[in-house]
């Protein structure tokens, strides 16, 4: 039997099998308008989905364009490390500041902060008020002209919030702020303030959370280290206030954040006598609660100890150190009555049940002013 002959291909069957060959390889080594699209919107610093990593501002895109699909990323939180030495570990802070007004020296003072800026993330949230409107635009500005300047000054990333509640009080003025009758309601708020900006910036490789409130003009620029550096899960340093002396018309200094403190009997018994509703709140006469307040133990002479730790039950929130694990755990401010707490010393609770114990430095100051930017240092 004669061996079977193979057939001859057709010049036609070649060229199509070349054409498709030829459009596999394009198909396979170009990108396609999807990839394009993504690498736009990555190279404007936004997310390209709505499900995209948090620590990433999402921009929806116009109706036309083509929907990138979701990325699917894998964090490995026991990987995340709040050492005592940050910037070594390469630890990024989450800055988060309730903002009212805008106070220019406040954004100087970040700006100096000694903590390498590509790891520091900024998150405000601002009231729907026409305060916070003009705090909204002074603080837009300072943004822009930051973020497009130097590299080494330039933020991880800004985000800026309004708040979707109206505030309880009318005005900001400081007198009426710290009114007894007002405290319940303005902290409630306060509260309600914070835990919204911490849920909607939290990202899972955010290591470190610094409060710090938008009136504080003044801190070393080591903070961040500073605070870090004793590994403890929540630590806060001793906030004065700066003021012009009426009497003597000179630069002085004064206790001004009362509520990180040691708790007493006699405020423990006060609280049991108390209705469900009730919150103990420090510095007025009206509450003497007897305990040890850590505005009242600093040592202002020149050779204090800095690093001086004590232990704390109630925390106040104007420069606020808390390792991110904390509030993951479920640690928040609680705008209702917590054991007879609420907000920053409710945290502190509310921390502590969790099993994170609070400290403090009495003789580290961090300041805020009424009258002007003084030049003295503590």
């Known amino acids: ?20 060959a030829l459009g596999f390889l394009i198909f396979v080594l170009l990108p396609s308008r999807g990839a394009s699209a993504a690498s736009k919107l990555k190279h404007r610093g936004a997310a390209s989905n709505p499900l995209s990593p948090p620590s990433l501002p999402f921009r929806k895109s116009k109706s036309s364009d083509r929907r990138v699909p979701p990325p699917v990323v894998h964090y490995h939180l026991n990987n995340l490390t709040t050492s005592s030495n940050p910037i070594e570990n390469r630890e990024t802070v989450l800055i988060l500041s309730p903002l009212a007004r805008f106070y220019p020296e406040y954004w100087e003072n970040l700006l100096k902060l000694s903590y390498p800026h590509e790891l520091i993330s900024l998150g405000f949230i601002i009231p729907k ?12 500005a300072a943004v822009a002209k930051t973020q497009s300047g130097p590299e080494s000054k330039r933020f991880s990333s800004v985000t800026i919030i309004r708040q979707d509640f109206d505030p309880p009080l009318s005005s900001q003025n400081e007198a009426e702020r710290h009114k007894l009758e007002n405290q319940k309601a303005r902290r409630s708020a306060m509260a309600r303030a914070r835990n919204s900006l911490l849920f909607t910036t939290l990202g899972p490789t955010t290591s470190w959370v610094l409060w710090l409130d938008a009136d504080i003009v003044e801190t070393p620029p080591t903070l961040l280290q500073d605070l870090a ?3 403890k899960p929540i630590i806060v340093p001793n906030c004065y206030q700066r003021y012009v002396d ?10 001004y954040d009362y509520n990180s403190w040691q708790d007493s009997d006699t405020a423990q018994e006060l609280a049991q006598k108390m209705g469900s509703e009730d919150i103990i709140v420090e510095g007025y006469s009206e509450i003497a609660t007897y305990r040890t307040l850590m505005a009242k133990v600093a040592d202002l002479s020149t050779a204090r100890d800095v690093d001086k730790e004590i232990p704390l039950d109630g925390v106040g929130g104007t420069a606020l150190l808390v390792k991110a694990d904390v509030h993951r755990d479920g640690a928040m401010f609680p705008p209702f009555p917590f054991y007879h707490l ?8 509310m921390a502590k049940r969790l099993g994170w114990s609070s400290w403090g430095l009495p003789n ?5 002013t009424t009258l002007g930017r003084l030049t003295e240092t503590f």
């Open 1 to 20: 039997m004669p061996p079977a002959r193979l057939r001859r291909s057709s010049p036609i069957t070649l060229i199509l099998a070349g054409v498709l």
């Open 129 to 140: 008020t026409r305060e916070g409107n003009t705090a909204t635009l002074a603080l837009q």
């Open 229 to 231: 550096s004793h590994d």
């Open 246 to 255: 009426p009497e003597t018309k000179k630069p002085a200094v004064r206790p």
């Open 342 to 349: 609420i907000e920053t010393e409710g945290f502190a609770k």
């Open 364 to 368: 580290y100051f961090v300041s805020l």
